[in-house]
Nanobody
Framework: QVQLVESGGGLVQAGGSLRLSCAASSRTFSTYHIGWFRQAPGKEREFVAAITWNSGSTYYADSVKGRFTISRDNAKNTVYLQMNSLKPEDTAVYYC????????????????WGRGTQVTVSS
């Protein structure tokens, strides 16, 4: 069982930055790949970024590539999402999720989810 708690969301102006954190409770956290997804009102949950268990590979949606950076600190059981040059279209609830294996781009392949943190970008 992995419990995930997101934090770091808030209200920011366009062009600003936020850093989201995803803290996990499990001792086996370091064995999980972690993904960030987001969901805006009236839209489906979409992939944002993912990182493998050992930070060997990272993946990004085209819409955030070059602006967002995912990283992890297994000693702290935490994954981060640094978000720069934020745009109003980045406004959404951001969720972190954990999986042992599977296609990192698809939500259905993840076993555990946090409750999300709201990010609002004003124009």
């Amino acid at each position: 069982q992995v419990q995930l708690v997101e934090s770091g969301g808030g209200l920011v102006q366009a062009g600003g930055s936020l850093r989201l954190s995803c803290a996990a409770s499990s001792r086996t956290f370091s064995t999980y790949h972690i993904g960030w997804f987001r969901q805006a009102p009236g839209k489906e949950r979409e992939f944002v970024a993912a990182i493998t268990w050992n930070s060997g590979s990272t993946y990004y949606a085209d819409s955030v590539k070059g602006r967002f950076t995912i990283s992890r600190d297994n000693a702290k059981n935490t994954v981060y999402l640094q978000m720069n040059s934020l745009k109003p279209e980045d406004t959404a609830v951001y969720y972190c999720s954990a999986q042992r294996s599977g296609n990192v781009y698809y939500p259905a392949t993840y076993d555990y989810w946090g409750r999300g943190t709201q990010v609002t970008v004003s124009s």
